[in-house]
């Protein structure tokens, strides 16, 4: 089977995406940061060599993987073999990091967690945002061509890593479907509960902690599998795409839209060395493990058989969003909420400099990776 890589949103970034004004801010904080011993990883950074070519394991920050003591439990795919930290300190390490700063990021940017789809080269105002941010769900559904007719829409949708709950509300009044999400904070878990009751989506949405690795649900209950910026939280992609397989219905659309590192190129058998020790650093804020690449992903869906597989790079769609949130994040009110919701959350913010570079250095990507699951 042949993944078709689709080009037309697939081109590298340019530089008129990013903003000069957005190099002023990034600058002086990277700069900070650098300087701040807590953001550099405190364990010596790890590159794990996977069957996966590419696949990056960092030290994730206040320890989620460590050089020994580390767990070896092996991936269910033989197509990746990313190394597990000991088990549950990367989700501790989640689950806090989403308690603590849930509340921030709703009060400022409302119930969506994930980047705006923007025009490139658009001048965008604060207002913009959370248009881009149903944009990005709408633009994401599109890519994979989910049905929109009243007989095939979506019935039942499952929300993996559901933040508190935006997409899930979102789909079930899309669709009238049935959306269950799952995430590894409680905080967000009942706080997305709260919305959908207040929203009247009770009977149509509900929520839970749950690992997206081990999902709580049977096989093949879901017609459309919903995975919008969670992925690069998991420590092993093949047991995340082979859960999103498993409880995907025959005939269900698969939805990957996650941070990825750019695809090697045919001589390469990793990541550079500062592309690495780049990665490393976001790893630590964000509680993230190993990177992938959109290939990997391809990959991976590959093996399970799975159909009309697309990929694209979106990078370019998204220039606009972290420099709208550092610059929230420097409003008064942004600033005095950051400071009053923790260190893990400062911590984070402190790192959104780096999500810029990367994407400009074209050592991050923004992908969206779509599949079917066999009738
Ligand atoms: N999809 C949401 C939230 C994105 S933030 C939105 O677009 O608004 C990332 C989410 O992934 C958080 O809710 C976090 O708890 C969840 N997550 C990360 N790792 C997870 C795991 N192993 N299992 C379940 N959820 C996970």
Redo the contacts with the bound molecule.
Sequence with gaps: MMASVSTSKSMNMSAAAHSSRTFSWAAPMSALLMRLPCVRPTCQAVRRKSQTRGVVAASGGEGPIKPSGMSTRRSRSTATRAVLPEDGV??KG??E??DAS?GLWEDIWG????HGFYDPNATVSVSDHRSA?IR??EEALQFAAVPEDQMKRPKSVV?????????SRYLARKYGAQCQ?????PV?AQRAQALAAAQGLADKVSFQ?????N?PFSDAQFDLV?????G????DKAM?VGELARVAAPGATIII?TWCHRDLSPSEESLRPEEIVLLNKICGAF?LPAWCSTADYVNLLQSLSLQDIKAADWSEYVAPFWPAVISSALTWKGFISLMGSGWKTIKGALAMPLMIEGYKKDLIKFAIITCRKPE
Aim: glycine share 10%; hydrophobic share 45%; aromatic share 10%.
């Design positions: 990367l989700q989640i689950a990091f989403y849930s119930d969506h967690m994930h941010q990005m769900i929300d993996v890593g559901c933040g508190i709950g935006g997409s999400g799952i995430t590894l904070s967000q902690v749950a690992d997206a690795l999902q919903w995975s919008m910026e969670s690069e939280h998991m420590p995340f839209v509680y």
